[in-house]
């Protein structure tokens, strides 16, 4: 499948053109896309750290994921929608870059874990889980949403 | 009172040149500072929204805070140690950016808003410490602070635009000020 025909497509529209040639408009989005990074990466963590066996003690692992639930998935649009926008702005660019093949590919796997695995280990009995497990899913999800923010910022290093 | 020479003779150290010109030093470094946001920002805003009402509301604040204060502490350290290096890669502009001077000022008045909480209503946080719903002066804690650290992160992200760079003249003369630039601008100097 040859995607160069979107791409171009994508670059010709009026709203790629208005964000790349706008003096604020990147920058604006960036900064939303930024501070929702922040909430993603809270909501993650509380629970991926509680399942490493470092995070909140008094309460379920159940309780907890299901109160940063809403916080994850909210930041997760966020985050796409401002994503879309800056890719819109310089889709060929990223393209032919690498960490963004990169930062692609982690975000589809790592929605998929939070959505699938992720979200049944931590909503299943926590007794019923080998706490090796626990950790390993905590791992994986750690990985690969480090994998999105790095493959992120250094697609700004690259070309 | 200005820093200017002092971040002027910073630029000519050779780390600091070092730091600037490295191919990989600088955009690891601030890939870590960008990164830590999650680590140290991302469970701040969950202890916020914790005081706010709006998440984990049946977990005490004093256990969030017992458990999740480490992993802040250490985000933070990481937050200092990458910010110093970066300014200290990049002084002279830094310092005569309204977006970093805005980012200092917000990031002092944090540290006051923590320093005022933690005096105040989190003294008796033993009386409220299960409330589904914090008492107000906490949700005002937890609000304010949410607001700084967004203002934080967005100036700290705007450094790296030059719209009000001083060698960037003619500039309005209120962001001249602001940024204390020199008129005209001497060459080099980073």
């Known amino acids: 499948m040859d995607l160069l025909p979107f791409i171009d497509w994508v670059a010709s529209s009026p709203l790629s053109k208005w964000i790349s040639q706008s003096r604020w408009a990147f920058a604006v989005i960036e900064s939303i896309h930024l501070l929702a990074l922040s909430v993603i990466g809270g909501s993650v963590l509380i629970v991926d750290l509680r399942l490493l066996g470092f995070g909140i003690r008094t309460h379920t692992l159940e309780e907890i994921a299901r109160q940063a639930q809403p916080w994850f998935l909210g930041s997760w649009t966020v985050m796409i929608t401002t994503g879309l926008l800056l890719f819109w702005s310089e889709p060929q660019k990223l393209y032919y870059s690498a960490p963004f093949a990169v930062k692609m590919s982690c975000l589809l796997l790592g929605t998929i874990f939070a959505l699938t695995v992720r979200r049944k280990v931590t909503l299943a009995d926590e007794g019923q889980v080998n706490a090796i497990w626990l950790k390993l899913v905590a791992l994986v999800s750690l990985a690969l949403w480090f994998g999105v923010g790095a493959g992120g910022r250094w697609v700004g290093f690259s070309g | ?67 999740m204060g480490p992993w802040m ?113 001497p060459a080099g100097g980073r």
Request: hydrophobic share 55%; aromatic share 12%.
């Open chain 2, 1 to 67: 009172m200005s820093l200017l020479p002092f971040c002027q003779w910073l630029a000519d150290t050779p780390g600091s040149i070092a730091l600037h010109e490295s191919l990989f030093m600088y955009p690891l470094v601030e890939s870590a500072h960008v990164l830590t946001l999650c680590l140290f920002l991302g469970l701040a805003i969950m202890f916020d929204l914790r005081l706010l009402g709006f998440t984990l509301t049946r977990v005490p604040i004093t256990e969030i805070k017992r458990r």
């Open chain 2, 73 to 185: 502490l250490a985000g933070f350290a990481v937050m200092v140690v990458t910010g110093a290096l970066l300014f200290y890669a990049i002084p002279v502009r830094s310092y005569q950016s309204i977006w970093f001077r805005g980012k200092v000022v917000a990031l002092i008045l944090a540290g006051l808003n923590a320093f005022v909480f933690h005096a105040t209503i989190d003294r008796k946080v033993a009386d409220w410490d299960l409330d589904p719903k914090p008492p107000r002066a906490a949700r005002v804690a937890g609000a304010t602070s949410l607001i700084l650290w967004a203002i934080i992160v967005v100036s700290g992200r705007m450094i790296a635009y030059n719209w009000f760079d001083c060698d960037k003249q003619p500039q309005p003369h209120i962001v001249n000020i602001a940024a204390g630039c020199v008129v005209p601008p």
